[in-house]
């Protein structure tokens, strides 16, 4: 689901102010959905440095840890990213499988 929503926000031409990575992302349709191995890639650091818990080997949800959700929210990005931050998280509104609760 991450790479169909990031998949889908690349060619998003509503929004302006997107992080510089996302133009250098690049998907591979080899299967049913776009995958991105920079993605993955990401993900998998997250995991193993700690920064997130996953609920499945596909990172179709996860869970932030406290203290860097609070790392984050110490260390704002500049307002254009914030900007396009806040409209990336209304679109997650059409994704909501990727934050049900695990319990």
């Not at 510089?20 to 995958?35: E, I, L, V, Y």
Request: a negative charge; proline letters at 8%.
């Amino acid at each position: 689901m991450w790479h169909e929503f990031l998949y889908q926000m690349k060619y998003d031409e509503q929004q302006s102010g997107k992080p510089a990575f996302q133009a250098d992302m690049r998907f591979d349709w080899d299967g049913p959905a776009p995958k991105s191995r920079d993605l993955s890639a990401f993900f998998s650091v997250l995991f193993v440095s700690g920064c997130f818990e996953a609920r499945s080997p596909g990172f179709d949800g996860f869970t932030i840890a406290p203290g860097v959700a609070t790392l984050w929210k110490r260390n704002q990005p500049d307002p254009a990213l914030m900007e396009w931050l806040d409209y990336a998280a209304e679109c997650l509104r059409l994704f909501p499988s990727l934050f049900q609760n695990s319990s």
